[in-house]
């Protein structure tokens, strides 16, 4: 009976804790008609078009409230760009009934106008992004031979004023938990060091699933 108690003690304070759960919900803020898709997909058909929801990522669970990318709101790049039913991006997140003074955490996918345009709607937010992401957009990119094509500048002033405050943190390795649960990975190379998320999930103790949930 002594053996059986101290085992069951030892699983109780050995397990660890449970990981939490978490509601993912894609939020369009407005859409690209008319794209060709050949300039979405190497080789694609030129003649042939499609229609892109432009969305922001909103994920709640753990005490948190995460947005994965942020939208734009600036018009330096998209003056003739042929967005429609536009809403600004925390305009849109409202809709999902949140607040942007209540989201937690933005998350930047890489520095590009229409995914970290927004960095400035949420300003209470914790954020992060690559180390290499965040080197290259805001010194790299704008020194000879550097390459800021779609990066806007006003974008980058947002960063290093949310840097100054506290609240940009670095992630600088690939595959690695930056939330209970949530890994981000580095892939696909589309910006210097871009990143996406992967939600990790445990059918037990022993035996870990990965899910992916999301790429940018």
């Known amino acids: 009976m002594a053996r059986f108690l101290l085992a069951a003690i030892c699983v109780v304070f050995l397990a660890p804790?449970?990981?939490?759960?978490?509601?993912?919900?894609?939020?369009?803020?407005?859409?690209?008609?008319?794209?060709?898709?050949?300039?979405?997909?190497?080789?694609?058909?030129?003649?042939?078009?499609?229609?892109?929801?432009?969305?922001?990522?909103?994920?709640?669970?753990?005490?948190?409230?995460?947005?994965?990318?942020?939208?734009?709101?600036?018009?330096?790049?998209?003056?003739?760009?042929?967005?429609?039913?536009?809403?600004?991006?925390d305009e849109a997140v409202k809709t999902a009934g949140v607040a942007p003074i209540q989201v937690t955490d933005f998350v930047i996918s890489h520095a590009h106008w229409e995914h970290m345009g927004g960095v400035d709607l949420f300003p209470k937010t914790q954020v992060r992004i690559q180390k290499g992401e965040y080197r290259y957009c805001t010194m790299d990119a704008w020194r000879p031979g550097g390459n800021h094509g779609g990066i806007d500048p006003d974008d980058v002033k947002e960063l290093l004023q949310s840097n100054t405050e506290g609240r940009v943190h670095l992630v600088d390795a690939d595959n690695i938990e930056i939330f209970p649960s949530i890994r981000a990975y580095t892939g696909s190379r589309h910006t210097y060091a871009s990143q996406y998320l992967r939600r990790v999930r445990k059918t037990s103790v022993f035996e870990p699933i990965p899910e992916v949930v999301s790429i940018p």
């Open 17 to 89: 804790p449970p990981k939490p759960e978490y509601w993912i919900q894609d939020i369009r803020y407005t859409t690209w008609p008319g794209v060709p898709v050949s300039a979405l997909v190497v080789g694609g058909p030129k003649d042939e078009k499609l229609d892109i929801a432009m969305v922001v990522w909103l994920i709640r669970g753990g005490g948190r409230t995460i947005l994965f990318d942020s939208g734009f709101h600036r018009d330096t790049f998209p003056k003739g760009f042929p967005k429609q039913d536009y809403l600004r991006p």
